[in-house]
């Protein structure tokens, strides 16, 4: 069975199990910033400490209950391996540096891999496999799934390239060059481009292919000189903390055939934080153009498959989410929350894609695991795709790992 993607992995730690229901604001602050470093896989790197290096891990399991497949029905639900990981962290003199390998059952990925220089406690630049500045950061969702975004490439995006950011009390700017996805692009070393964590363009779907088909020869094709530019701002009120931002993309896009064209996309966020509460929106358009050609379709590929998505599209996104730190039993939070996005106004009238998530994500010491019921409609992984091949889904997940 092809996996489903994973809220990313992340580093050696182990959450602490002594936090209880009166913990201070401050305490449920470090523990959401703990939790955040657990899975993001895109470790902060203190320079403080020196010259060091630090291995971790982790191995996932996932059991789901589907639906849409009378097979997973008749078995009540499968349980199957999800991923192990590698981590590694460090510094050497004034650099820093990380990266992560994954191992999947029908793939093996490198997730991120960069070396990175902190200029001054302001300013940090990073060259190799960095994780793309767009949109709501580390990601614009609480669940196993993600967004829809995520499967249109403006979600947990990684490409290569060199990535700038200014970070101080109030302000982010992130500045960022990639000259091709993580795989190289069109004259990427790779076997199989659909062995990627992140959803890359890799052709032009043309009229009368299937859904799923391989590109066309000569249709190829892949993201390049690509510029991302983000920018968001803190604000206080009283015990209220919102982030407001915008983020744009503009790039090229290359055809095996020698043709050319474009990759742009724009986005309006904001995050609200109040005591346990976090709210996340967002608004986000793309278009992909091929000169020459009436784009209307665009080929993906990642986890093993490829898929169509439309060459232009807007997306909506609102996730609420609660933090209740307990003390039950080895079990120190409980994280509920209900992710929905939709995308809409698709090129080549393509039905639009909604995905509703509720769930609750279970942090118990170096146990991290998502419990999510989701309601999809034209949804990669839930029974369609984002080109519109499938109804109304229900899926139950439930996804766990050890970190260590």
Known sequence: MIRYPVAAFCTALTLSTNVCANTTEEEIKELKARIEKLESGNEEVDPDKGSFVEFGGAARFQYSYENYNDENKDRGGDMD????????DGSVDDM???????WYQYMNVVHHAWVGYNFDENQQGKIGVTQVP???????????????????GLEDDYDIGLNYTYKNDKNRFDLAFFKNDELGGLDGYVSD????????????????????????????????????LRYTRDFT?????LELGGSLQAGQLAIENGKDGQNMAGALHGVINYDRWNIKLQFTEYKFDVDGMDTERMIVAAYGF???IAAEATSYMANIAYSLPVDIGPISNLTFYNDYSLVTNKSADLDDTFMNVTGVAITSGGLYTYVDFVVAEN????GGSMAGDGGVNQRVNINFGYYF
């Open 237 to 241: 009120f009283d015990e209220v903390m």
């Open 306 to 308: 490829y898929d169509t």
């Open 379 to 382: 949804q990669p992984f839930v």
């Open 96 to 102: 820093i540096f990380s990266a992560q390998y994954r």
């Open 81 to 88: 391996f999800d991923s192990f990981r590698l981590d590694v």
């Open 193 to 228: 481009r659909t062995d990627s964590y992140s959803y890359n363009i890799v052709g032009v779907r043309l009229p009368g292919e299937g859904i799923y088909d391989a590109p066309s020869a000569g249709y190829e094709a892949g993201e390049t000189n690509t510029f991302n």
């Open 134 to 152: 767009f949109g709501i950061l580390t990601w614009a969702s609480n669940s196993f799934f993600f967004s829809s975004n995520f499967y249109v």
